[in-house]
T-cell receptor
């Protein structure tokens, strides 16, 4: 398999601008997750999709954040009216359902810097 | 609520010596436990998991971990460290009984293996 891919790898934006990130999961994985990681911390869960349905959302996901997975394949994460506190690494992960395949496989991340 | 503690920010070990990276967890139900490794400017790589069964689980690159239910611990071990093992290690837990898919991560432990 080709692994989880994320685009872009780096994004620099000015405060107040909107940004959108894309994640392409491993092709046979129907579960997709978004996490955020700040310096010196472990990843924090944001949201989770099974196919196209968004099933879990963290309280970290304010109303400025929206995630979609319209066809159950790739996903987008949009941040509106970015703030400096949004600067972080945004990680996407995917996993299978069923069997004993419980581990999540992570992409390389998108590093967001808000100036 | 789920939580993970990694009590050591950094572990130093000489090449060839055994290493241990500590992790304790808290969940209300039964845990699924995971170890991931992160190299600079890269995403998290899955190392190993405990789901059920044998308390000693083996994973990638010669790593293993021991699940101890009474001590709520899941320490990562390797009999003989390599310089190339130097990286950031994260322990994560999923509370199976909640039905939620999210992983909760610790803050990470930096492993430095000296030649």
């Amino acid at each position: 398999d080709t692994g989880v891919s994320q685009d872009p790898r780096h994004k620099i934006t000015k405060r107040g601008q909107n940004v959108t990130f894309r994640c392409d999961p491993i092709s046979e994985h129907n579960r997709l997750y978004w996490y955020r990681q700040t310096l010196g911390q472990g990843p924090e869960f944001l949201t989770y999709f099974q196919n196209e349905a968004q099933l879990e959302k963290s309280r970290l996901l304010s109303d400025r954040f929206s995630a979609e997975r319209p066809k159950g394949s790739f996903s987008t994460l949009e941040i509106q009216r970015t703030e400096q506190g949004d600067s972080a690494m945004y990680l996407c992960a995917s996993s299978r359902t069923g069997g004993r395949n419980y581990e999540q496989y992570f992409g390389p991340g998108t590093r967001l810097t808000v100036t | 609520a789920q939580s993970v503690a990694q009590p050591e920010d950094q572990v130093n070990v000489a090449e060839g010596n055994p290493l241990t990276v500590k992790c304790t967890y808290s969940v209300s139900g039964n845990p699924y436990l995971f170890w991931y490794v992160q190299y600079p400017n890269r995403g998290l790589q899955f190392l190993l998991k405990y789901i059920t069964g044998d308390n000693l689980v083996k994973g990638s690159y010669g790593f293993e971990a021991e699940f101890n239910k009474s001590q709520t611990s899941f320490h990562l071990k390797k009999p003989s460290a390599l310089v190339s093992d130097s990286a950031l290690y994260f322990c994560a837990v999923r509370d199976v009984d909640t039905g939620f898919q999210k992983l909760v991560f610790g803050t990470g432990t930096r492993l430095l293996v000296s030649p």
